[in-house]
């Protein structure tokens, strides 16, 4: 269902003023560490520049494209073969790879920064430690990661939901939607400190509320 996805949500932050906030706050983050300096080591990257921010479960690549022109070295990472083909056509200027954030093909404090956005609602429960845990290794000291993700209807559960078809086709894919306490909870976990929780209330035809949150690596 990659390209009837693709063509539906090219760019979800268009018009959401919310998020395109968040956006370039965590852009800022990157770049100058919200005024405590730039990431530490984030300027001995590959090729000498700013170390790379990887878009975790980055999809039609839109998002990857608006953080780039936010002026971030951002690429993309995706477990569908399908959904990076379809980012590369439609951004070639930009690098998008093959890649599970359960293991990611990446050395250790490597990144200024990690987005994952509304793509951690497809990890189950029983994996979600050892992605943050990933996510943790990969980023330098001082690092931020930004999170989006459709949140549990009850601040205190996880809803689950199981979808066989969609756009036509069959198809056999999780969510898992959760309290924004809980991924923020679960990010201290792993050595990531919170540096800001956002929640909203559903808009137009969303069903949903959005939550948001921003941790960066200790140190
Ligand atoms: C709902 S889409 C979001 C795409 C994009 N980040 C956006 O917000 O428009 C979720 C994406 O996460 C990807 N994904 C799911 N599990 C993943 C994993 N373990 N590692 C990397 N990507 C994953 C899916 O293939 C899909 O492209």
Redesign the pocket.
Known sequence: M?RE?TAR?P??STDLPLEKALLTAFAELVQTGGGAGPVAGGGSGRGGGTAPVA??????G??TARLHALGLPVFG????PR?VALAREAYPGLRFHV????ALDLPPASLSGLTA???T???PDEALPG?FAEFHRVLLPGAPALL?FQTSSSPDRTDHLHLSERFGHEIDLDYWFRPVNTIAGLLEEAGLRVWARVEREPEGEETRGRGYVVARKEG
């Open positions: 990659a996805y949500f760019d979800w878009d975790v479960g980055s999809g039609p839109g998002l990472v995706d477990v569908s959904m890649g599970s954030m359960t956005l509304y793509s609602i497809h990890v992605v989006a």
